[in-house]
């Protein structure tokens, strides 16, 4: 698993594209027939993808988790953004369709991820943090993330924001998650911008076409850096960064923090104005 290492605000002021991509942007998370995981060591965050073929694929060990099993200490979101698929969960199946939520409790030791049709896979996008509690593991259908539209055609950022895993939804240790689609027209994320120096965070940019582009923006407010993202590739925010981007038409991302609460509306927002 590949290990990413906390940089200050400092040292990113000084970073070029190339240092910025290598520290903040996860490519090619989601790969046929294998887990493909980082590990941040913004909150100990996990960050990952599985795409089951015809073969379930397990979630495996890890040298550098010194742990008897992958949950031993840890919770697991994941959001399926593919075809149909089935999670089983020491030995509980569970039915994930396109954008459907499992929350995996701490202490769940087999994890085995399958696709129903291998000619359309599933696509499952993870996130794991550590956890000091079992939480049991539950289901949340598209449905039941009672999405919220916010945003407006005239500022070009009007969306609609499903909440899986919060304060008020799924109940987790420190985990939120969720996504975030935007409308046709509508290119903004995030924007106004915010950060939650409580929280690290996550972005995973899908359902951006192949011929385009989010250029997604970082940094402290008055220290903004950006990079060039493209579809099923994740962003890691620091703590005291921004995290918004731009896109060259609409698309959608899905989004997770972990840290000191899951209080989604804990932000500090930023007003257009002061960013540079
Ligand atoms: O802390 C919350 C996250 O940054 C996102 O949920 C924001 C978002 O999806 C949006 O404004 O479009
Ligand atoms: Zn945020």
Known sequence: MEQRYHNS???VSQMNTE???A???IQNVMQPGQLNLTY???DRI???GVV???EAVALGNYDNLKAEFFLERRELGVINIGGDGKIEVDGQNYQLSRLDCLYVGRGSRTVNFKSVNADQPAQYYLLSAPAHADYPTTLMKKEGALPTTIGALETSNERTIYKYIHKDGLQSCQLVMGLTTLNTGSVWNTMPAHTHDRRMEAYFYFDVAPDQAVVHFMGEPQETRHMLVHNHQAILSPP?????GCGTRNYSFIWGMGG???DYSDMDAVKITELR
């Not at 005291?240 to 918004?244: A, E, G, L, M, V």
């Open 19 to 21: 240092e910025l991509r």
């Open 40 to 42: 941040s060591h913004y």
């Open 260 to 262: 000191e609460n899951k």
């Open 23 to 25: 520290n903040f942007l």
């Open 52 to 54: 089951p073929q015809a």
């Open 240 to 244: 005291w960064s921004i995290h918004s």
């Open 46 to 48: 996990i960050v990952g």
């Open 9 to 11: 605000p400092k040292e």
